[in-house]
């Protein structure tokens, strides 16, 4: 079976208030396996902070800066991807869950506090993460989770100059610096 | 089976800096079945955002300020609660997580950037939600939706105002008012 290709675009955010849950949502993206998040109109520091990340803890996740979302959805769509928008509004992650997972190419539109009409037609599965408020972060990480059961968490990091060795108490990571 | 009480302390945020992430923290904590969440030097604003959506969406999810984070474990260490501290460099989630599940009452300790030293030693778990940087808000959701394998999401909020109907486009919300 071919791996799941996951990619993010972030939409609806504001500059300055929300760039700490975007550089949130991008680091979950990384972390539980997405290849990129695209963004529109966003800080740069939240570029340079990933950059600094992968430096540091490996793999090569990449931000993407485009114009229009909308333009991104199309263009996916047209090389064979599907689009789940998390929304609280959505269908059950419990019950949507086993037919997502035969999927092999997903886009996921995470919104902010906003967002417009038109992405809940766009999408080709809207889904909820529980239908209480939470959060755009716990909503992205609960979904690639569920995704791909957990063996996210097993991925390499290739290149990485610390490695943490996970343990009962207190802190190990291997060093691995390629310079000094 | 009596069902699992949890509880949530934030230790370690900087007021205004993290109230953002703070309130994310405390949003995750209340959708995904936790009771309480005890904080310390916080924005008050914080706990006024949750008594609001208390109001809209049901529930009594309480938020509570403490002087002292140690004292607090303490005595939830005496009245049988087991202390989760979630940090990166913990035992794996994926294997840890069949120990934990068989526990009756849980505090989940949930740090900003910089933890003081000593929780790692009055922690009973520490868990790491993958070994990767991300959030405090997606590591606590993944805990809790580990803990609870999905049935947070139906559980009640009674007295609600709004309840969303989850449906597969737009939005379906079911008005409670009580008044007007």
Same mark, same amino acid.
């Given at each position: &079976? ?9 939409? #609806?955010? %504001? ?5 700490? @849950? ?9 972390? =539980? ?5 695209? &963004? ?5 520091? /939240?570029? $340079?902070?990933? $950059? ?8 090569? =996740?990449?931000?993407? =800066? /485009? ?12 090389? #064979? ?6 929304? &609280? ?13 035969? $999927? ?5 539109? @995470?919104?902010?506090?906003? +967002?417009? %009409?038109?992405?809940?037609? =766009?999408?080709?599965?809207?889904? #909820? +993460?529980?239908? *209480?408020?939470?959060? !755009? ?10 995704? *791909? ?9 290739? #290149?990485?100059?610390?490695?943490? /060795? ?7 990571? !291997?060093?691995? !610096?390629? %310079?000094?």
């Amino acid at each position: &079976m071919t791996p799941m290709v996951f990619e993010v675009v972030r939409i #609806g955010q %504001r500059v300055v208030r929300d760039d700490r @849950v975007t550089t949130h949502v991008a680091l979950v993206a990384r972390a =539980f396996g997405a290849n990129t998040i695209f &963004m529109t109109e966003v800080n740069p520091d /939240i570029k $340079e902070t990933l $950059e600094k990340i992968n430096k540091t803890w490996g793999g090569d =996740f990449s931000i993407e =800066f /485009i114009d229009s979302w909308k333009s991104l959805i199309k263009l996916k769509k047209e090389n #064979g991807f599907k689009i789940i928008h998390l929304s &609280m509004y959505g269908e059950k992650i419990n019950d949507i869950q086993f037919d997502l997972r035969k $999927e092999e190419n997903l886009l996921i539109v @995470v919104g902010a506090e906003k +967002v417009p %009409r038109e992405i809940y037609e =766009f999408a080709d599965y809207n889904v #909820g +993460v529980g239908s *209480q408020p939470h959060s !755009e972060i716990s909503a992205l990480a609960i979904l690639l989770d569920r995704l *791909q059961l957990g063996s996210q968490f097993d991925k390499v990091f290739s #290149g990485a100059k610390r490695k943490i /060795i996970p343990t009962k108490k207190g802190k190990i990571v !291997e060093m691995n !610096e390629t %310079r000094d």
